[in-house]
């Protein structure tokens, strides 16, 4: 089922205003649309078959292994998560300390959260922002247009963030996610933006920390076959992207009309499909339930699906910006506490092994 994309939002959406924990906001949601739903094409199941043998851990210190053709990926090793006395760390958005500390105390500790920043982070936050007080993996996001990255002037402090990552935990970097309603309107161009991708990377790399792996963060109805847009348009040349993140959302969340529990194999699978196809590894860096009603055993699904499907991250999007999607009801707070506490331990048990 078509509809409209929702219009892009300008970066300063990450600013503070729309947060009543005074944590920065992502603009993601408001500009997904409508997802279509079906169940995965034969050609995707098919895909799902490449999956590579040689499973890691998700703290892994191997990078790079998506620098792959299909031709060659199922030999090559690999970030994904499902090997034996593995699992995919589960959490939430958590911006800023506050932000951090009210969804503990919701969840308790996350092994893996999602932090947005509007410009280039400063190298304190790897202390004490959210980063450095929780002390686990993490997927975050930068967005400086890609014409100042093109212009030199965010190499520096680009360079200093990089280089104060701690090492320990996969860090899950992202420059500008969900970029293509901005190419649409001509924000910026697609070729400009894969251009600062490189730039990104390259400065990455010169870190020379393996736990930094560069993730595009994009819509998820990118991975459905005959989309407007299709994802691999938005790889930058060289095959310099690690891992490949997904914002999905069951069809009518977003918009808040009439939202469904529809199955994640319905509006995840094809993601998966997508990625795997592509040779990448792959997470989920945004999902919700824009309802309460049969929400807990749907986050219990999704929980199960995304860890069964080798996924790097699973993480919930609860904002209060977005009161449609939050949590409000005990019986959904405890079922995400209850998957995030067990992929907690089971990645602790890993380390000790």
């Not at 929702?6 to 409508?34: F, I, M, T, V």
């Not at 890691?56 to 998560?81: E, F, G, I, K, Q």
């Not at 407007?228 to 348009?233: A, L, M, R, T």
């Not at 699973?314 to 977005?322: H, M, P, R, S, W």
Request: hydrophobic share 40%; net charge negative.
């Amino acid at each position: 089922m078509a509809s409209s994309r929702h219009p892009a939002q300008s970066p300063d959406r990450h600013s503070e205003q729309r947060h009543s924990w005074g944590d920065r906001l992502p603009a993601g949601p408001w500009r997904k649309r409508a997802l279509r739903y079906g169940s995965v094409t034969l050609a995707a199941a098919v895909c799902l078959l490449v999956v590579p043998t040689a499973m890691r851990s998700v703290d892994s210190p191997d990078r790079h292994t998506a620098t792959r053709s299909p031709l060659n990926c199922s030999s090559s090793s690999s970030l994904l998560a499902n090997g034996p006395g593995m699992t995919t760390p589960l959490g939430v958005n958590a911006t800023g300390a506050s932000q951090l500390a009210a969804a503990t105390a919701q969840f308790g500790h996350l092994p893996v959260i999602r932090v947005y920043y509007a410009g280039v982070p400063d190298p304190s936050e790897w202390t004490t922002g959210a980063t450095g007080i929780n002390k686990s993996s993490v997927v975050l996001s930068f967005n400086p247009t890609p014409a100042q990255v093109l212009s030199g002037a965010d190499d520096a402090g680009l360079a200093a963030f990089f280089d104060s990552a701690p090492k320990g935990h996969a860090i899950y970097y992202s420059f500008y996610p969900e970029p293509e309603a901005h190419v649409k309107d001509d924000e910026f161009t697609l070729a400009q933006y894969k251009q600062a991708w490189s730039r990104v990377v390259s400065i990455a790399d010169a870190a020379h920390n393996p736990y930094l792996h560069s993730t595009l963060i994009l819509q998820g109805q990118d991975g459905f076959p005959g989309d407007e847009y299709n994802f691999k348009d938005y790889l930058p040349n060289g095959r310099i992207i690690s891992v490949i993140g997904w914002d999905t959302y069951p069809d009518g969340t977003v918009e808040d009309q009439d939202p469904r529990p529809i199955s994640p194999a319905q509006f995840m699978g094809p993601d998966i499909a997508a990625a795997t196809n592509a040779c990448l590894p792959f997470g989920f860096a945004e999902f919700a339930l824009g309802t309460a009603t049969d929400r807990p055993q749907w986050l219990a699904q999704v929980a199960s699906y995304v860890q069964k499907n080798g996924a790097l991250f699973g993480i919930l999007f609860d904002a209060a910006g977005f009161p449609w999607m939050e949590l409000h009801d005990s019986a959904s707070i405890q079922t995400w506490r209850t998957a995030v506490t067990r992929s907690a331990n089971a990645a602790s048990l890993h380390r000790l092994q």
